[in-house]
T-cell receptor, first 108, second 118 residues
Framework: EDQVTQSPEALRLQEGESSSLNCSYT??????LFWYRQDPGKGPEFLFT???AGEEKEKERLKATLTKKESFLHITAPKPEDSATYLC?????????FGAGTRLTVKP | GAVVSQHPSRVICKSGTSVKIECRSL??????MFWYRQFPKQSLMLMAT?????????EQGVEKDKFLINHASLTLSTLTVTSAHPEDSSFYIC??????????????FGSGTRLTVV
């Protein structure tokens, strides 16, 4: 069964303090690794899809990378508005399996 | 971009009543939609896969008679929580993917429905 493990569970950063979130996965055949942002009381907002090891994607202060066993979401010089829960999921054709998420808090 | 609309956003109902939640794809057709449940500070748990024109596929442990799913058109799936009880209180979210092989977008999610059963 596909498994997705995210760490840390929670992360508190000062504004401007760069860091990385981790997503480790075990799947029978990776059909896509997804990163989402979720604000309280709202549905997840799509950020990135990665399909193969070595792939990288960037969006503003966020950069996602992928290896055969894990993915990292790098946050450069975060701002308070980056505070949210970041979810990682694996899947593709039929469904997605989510990790428990990392709750990021960025203090001004 | 692809938009999924979910309604209602919040609903409070009495124990024993049924509640229907709608999920619409606004600017694309979705032959498959997915229903998730999320408890506070926990991740999304896939409940079922909704297939247009056919029966839904339920995940292990999800009661299909309690969580009725209907996918009558390519843009609408509904989840009905029947005979709701307080333990059914949760955040329900639907999702769909624009195109069966569209690699540009990930799955698009609705805004979720907060169900409270009193």
């Amino acid at each position: 069964e596909d498994q997705v493990t995210q760490s840390p569970e929670a992360l508190r950063l000062q504004e401007g303090e760069s860091s990385s979130l981790n997503c480790s996965y075990t799947v029978s055949g990776l059909r896509g690794l997804f990163w989402y942002r979720q604000d309280p009381g709202k549905g997840p907002e799509f950020l990135f899809t990665l399909y193969s090891a070595g792939e990288e994607k960037e969006k503003e202060r966020l950069k996602a990378t992928l290896t055969k066993k894990e993915s990292f979401l790098h946050i450069t010089a975060p701002k308070p508005e980056d505070s949210a829960t970041y979810l990682c999921a694996v899947g593709g054709n039929n469904d997605m399996r989510f990790g428990a998420g990392t709750r990021l808090t960025v203090k001004p | 971009g692809a938009v999924v609309s979910q309604h209602p956003s919040r609903v409070i109902c009495k124990s024993g009543t049924s509640v229907k939640i709608e999920c619409r794809s606004l600017d694309f057709q979705a032959t498959t939609m997915f229903w998730y449940r999320q408890f506070p500070k926990q991740s999304l748990m896939l409940m079922a896969t909704s297939n247009e024109g056919s029966k839904a596929t339920y995940e292990q442990g999800v009661e299909k008679d309690k969580f009725l799913i209907n996918h009558a058109s390519l843009t609408l799936s509904t989840l009905t929580v029947t005979s709701a009880h307080p333990e059914d209180s949760s955040f329900y979210i639907c999702s769909a993917r624009p195109g069966p092989r569209d690699r540009t977008y990930g799955y698009t999610f609705g805004s979720g429905t907060r169900l409270t059963v009193v």
